[in-house]
């Protein structure tokens, strides 16, 4: 099958030392649950999940202890049955070396699952298959951690012409999508079945460099099978070149389909989506088995005495997994992902989550520090390497004279931060390092400004809100000061008229009686504090009240004056 | 002649309508300076400048009244901006109208707050919230920073705090040339 299929070939890419022997000579191993679990609550892009478990609680494995925020967020779900011994700031696989909220769980070692139930999808709606999935916490395993249930959607035609599952795992020393491939192709290819009949794609492409030839012939025979049983011919394994970054999405597309995704624009306007195969195993497991996504094959490499591939539960310590593969002595770093895109994380005690795919062990000798820094010399190779179209000099430049409108206007989001430019450049610019950079700068203004555009509006609302108060007070004091004006002249014709009717004479009586009343009742009130007083106690409040008229009468001509 | 004098009367007659129709037509609301003025002052709305808030003061500025250097929420960078924009000299922030400092929110202590409701009255952008004898807070997202709750408060129980860093608003470092690391190390 694979030899029908026409290839294509993207713009640019390197071609490191693969680095990939070593890791794959021995099968995945489950690595064994650690004494301390710690879950970061944000693991994938999207908003941050909400935590909904307190200290002190217990937890089942695949309980869920992180909500999505919104529908553009991940659940995120405890590893492993035990307690919650905190929910605190601690240190996240970042290169920032910053905190965020996590969920420290001490395992007690049962492995107790929650009720586990298979979902429906095809009774259930597409919107509902979806939320399960959010709600299950699976996002892409390549590396990205974008929702899956976000991409599980075949868009404005309702239907796909092509899913791309992504096996080609072009980054040096990662091996965990090729042993996944080989060791559990089948349930792959279940996912993708899952993930086809949602998306109503036509065919599925998996598509593998050919330097993975056991994972190719693992998923060709799987490929097979599910042809005949679903009879037809949907499912193909396409062999691609190896070429770094052929495993980035929008190449993979462009060499299996020769559709080149243009700038603001998805995949799925032109009818296809891609997937990782580690995701489409995933989605298997959250739709078929009913779990949630809470450990993933991670890739142990580097500088260590053998490298191999473990199923490592979210929250377990980098430091763990390392130690599991006897770690050379002169190790200096931890990187998340591989040479060519990874992070460096600021100790090796942080936990690995959704996105580690590989902890690649650094050293002095391994790695060396890069040469200096040198002027760029106009030589034009990062635009022949840039597998994105792009031209980094351009970026560069812009970047590091901080002019960022125009490296935007040179597409710098469209940067893929692959690392080929600063792979060929002879000059050793970090030129990934100055992109990041500028793209960092960039979404922070975003943020500003909308900051400042809200303060804006506010303010601008405050003022009408201000000027509508004072007008309201001026119209009521106006309506007052009239109302006074007719009383008073009101009071004049009264005053004015000769004779008054018998009917005034009544209300008059009236009146009068009732100021009788109230005299009398005011006379009948003595206050309680002035009976059984002292002599001098009573000279004491003749005084004072002698005090009091006084003053009465000083106050009169005011108190007219004010009338 | 006549007819020449007549063929240019006419002339005039049609453009100058055009032109006034196009006048009323194509009428421009508000000063468009102001506006890009405003768009990139910070919206703090602190005063520090002199003016009321923010509008007031790019409307000094559009009319030549005010420096360009009296906003220090906008910082060097703001005053880089207006610059560019209005094709004056760069100054450094004028001492006298502040200095730059990191991003802050007002913090209610809600121990000590009386619910005396003056640093309501005092925010610009409505971001307490609170009744008379009732605690006070503020709304963290919608707080500029600008101080203008601090000094009506009559138990001080206002205090700025620094936003601070985030994993998710981190941000990556300006790329540092490290000089000749290698053959330092290698000596």
Redo the contacts between chains.
């Keep these: 099958m694979s030899a029908l299929q026409r290839l294509f070939k993207f713009h640019g890419g390197v071609k490191p030392a693969y680095n990939k022997e070593a890791s794959t000579g021995l099968p995945i191993a489950v690595a064994p649950t650690p004494t301390l679990l710690v879950i970061p609550l944000?693991q994938s892009i999207g908003g941050?999940p909400r935590p909904l478990v307190k200290a002190g609680e217990r937890v089942l494995k695949g309980q869920r202890i992180g909500g999505a925020d919104g529908n553009a967020s991940s659940a995120v779900h405890a590893s492993t049955s035990g307690a919650v011994v905190a929910v605190e700031m601690r240190l996240?696989p970042?290169?920032?070396g910053?905190?965020?909220l996590c969920v420290v769980i001490e395992p007690d070692g049962r492995d107790e699952w929650i009720a586990r139930q298979p979902f429906d999808f095809r009774k259930a709606s597409p919107t509902q298959t979806r939320d399960y999935l959010r709600d299950a916490g699976v996002v892409g395993l390549g590396g990205a951690v974008f929702p899956t249930h976000l991409k599980l959607n075949p868009g404005k035609h309702g239907k796909l012409d092509t899913l791309v599952l992504n096996g080609a795992e072009c980054e040096p020393f990662i091996t965990c999508d090729d042993v996944l491939m080989r060791e559990r192709a089948e349930t792959i290819l279940k996912g993708a079945i899952i993930m086809r009949e949602m998306l109503s794609a036509r065919q599925v492409l998996i598509g593998i460099e050919d330097n993975k030839p056991e994972a190719i012939a693992a998923m060709e025979i799987a490929a097979q099978a599910a042809n005949q049983a679903a009879g037809d011919l949907a499912m193909q394994v396409v062999s691609v070149p190896t070429r770094y970054p052929a495993g980035g999405a929008k190449q993979l597309i462009r060499v299996l389909t020769g559709i080149e995704v243009p700038h603001g624009k998805r995949s799925t306007d032109y009818g296809v989506q891609c997937f990782n195969v580690g995701t489409a195993y995933a989605v298997y497991e959250a739709i078929a088995l009913g779990q949630p996504l809470i450990s993933r094959i991670v890739t142990v490499a580097g500088n260590v005495g053998q490298a191999r591939n473990y199923e490592a539960l979210f929250g377990t310590p980098m430091r763990d997994l390392v130690a599991l593969c006897d770690p050379l002595p002169d190790s200096d770093r931890v990187i998340m992902g591989g040479p060519m895109m990874g992070l460096l994380m600021p100790g090796d005690e942080v936990p690995v989550v959704k996105a580690t795919n590989c902890v690649l062990v650094g050293s002095r000798k391994l790695f060396?520090?890069?040469?200096?820094?040198m002027p760029c010399i106009r030589c034009g190779e990062c635009a022949k390497a840039c597998p994105a179209d792009l031209q980094p000099f351009e970026m560069y430049w812009f970047s590091r004279a901080k002019i960022f409108g125009k490296a935007q206007e040179y597409k710098l989001f469209d940067c893929i931060e692959c690392g080929c430019c600063a792979y060929v450049c002879p000059s050793h610019i970090?030129l990934v390092?100055?992109y990041?950079?500028a793209?960092?700068?960039i979404w922070?203004r975003e943020?500003?400004k909308e900051?400042?555009?809200?303060?804006?509006e506010?303010?601008?609302?405050?003022?009408l809100r201000e000027e509508r108060e004072k007008q309201e007070k001026a119209a009521k004091l106006a309506a007052k000061t009239a109302a006074g004006r007719e009383k008073a002249a009101a009071a004049i014709a009264e005053a004015a008229k000769p004779a008054a009717t018998p009917e005034d004479d009544t209300k008059k009586a009236l009146i009068a009686a009732a100021l009788e009343r109230a005299k009398a009742q005011k006379e009948q009130v003595h206050p309680g504090n002035v009976s059984n007083l002292t002599p001098e106690q009573e000279a004491e409040v003749t005084a004072i009240e002698a005090r009091r008229a006084e003053i009465r009468e000083m106050a009169k001509p005011h108190l007219r004056q004010d009338d | 002649m006549l007819e020449a004098i007549l063929v240019m009367a006419f002339g005039a007659l049609v453009l100058g309508a055009a032109l006034g129709y196009a006048a009323v037509r194509f009428r421009v609301e508000g000063d468009p300076l102001v506006e890009k003025i405003d768009a990139i002052l910070p919206q703090t709305q602190c005063g520090q400048c002199g003016f009321p808030g923010c509008k007031p003061y790019a409307q000094a500025i559009a009319k030549g009244e005010a420096e360009i250097n009296q906003c220090p929420p906008g910082g060097e960078e703001g005053i880089h901006k207006l610059a560019d924009l209005l094709g004056r000299e760069f100054k450094s922030l004028s001492a006298e109208h502040g200095i730059e400092k990191p991003k802050s929110v007002a913090v209610i202590d809600e121990q000590v707050c009386i619910g005396c409701t003056l640093c309501i009255q005092a925010c610009p952008v409505d971001a307490i919230v609170g009744a008379a004898k009732q605690m006070h807070t503020v709304v963290a997202p919608l707080c500029t920073g600008c101080e203008l709750c601090l000094p009506p408060c009559p138990v001080d129980c206002i205090s700025m705090q620094s936003t601070g860093e985030s994993v998710e608003n981190w941000k990556w470092k300006y790329p540092v040339v490290k000089i000749n690391p290698a053959q330092r190390e290698s000596t």
Aim: no cysteine.
């Design positions: 944000h941050m996240m970042h290169t920032s910053l905190s965020a060396p520090p890069p040469p200096p820094e970090p390092d100055y990041r950079f793209k960092s700068e922070a943020v500003d900051a400042a555009d809200i303060a804006r506010r303010y601008e609302f405050r003022l």
